[in-house]
Nanobody, 125 residues
Framework: QVQLVESGGGSVEAGGSLRLSCEDS????????MAWFRQAPGKEREGVAT???????QYADSVEGRFTISKDNAKNTLYLQMNKLQPEDTAMYYC???????????????????WGQGTQVTVSS
């Protein structure tokens, strides 16, 4: 069973950076499609960035150019480097994974069967 554990969240000032990590206990190769989602209080969970088995990344418009998703298969870890953070980036961030996710659904939370517990990111102005 895939077990995802996120870390790296925290509190930063606007303009700062954080790097989130998500370790897949069974091995990242078992999850061909992985993604980062976030959910702010009172809002729906939204996709932030996705990456496929070949390392091809996609980003939500709101984070394009500021966030970078990557993975290290040797360490079984998915990353999200977040730069130029803004208060609107404040949310709980979740790692998601599945063995198959259709291209058109990669930003849909319903497409992923495995989730971590989340890590909080708070950005102050």
């Amino acid at each position: 069973q895939v077990q995802l554990v996120e870390s790296g969240g925290g509190s930063v000032e606007a303009g700062g950076s954080l790097r989130l990590s998500c370790e897949d206990s069974r091995g990242i190769a078992s999850s061909d499609y992985m993604a980062w989602f976030r959910q702010a209080p009172g809002k729906e969970r939204e996709g932030v960035a996705t990456i496929d088995k070949d390392g091809r990344a996609q980003y939500a418009d709101s984070v394009e150019g500021r966030f970078t998703i990557s993975k290290d298969n040797a360490k079984n870890t998915l990353y999200l480097q977040m730069n130029k953070l803004q208060p609107e980036d404040t949310a709980m961030y979740y790692c998601a994974a599945d063995s198959w996710v259709a291209y058109s659904l990669r930003f849909s939370s319903h497409a992923y069967g495995h989730w971590g517990q989340g890590t909080q990111v708070t950005v102050s102005s």
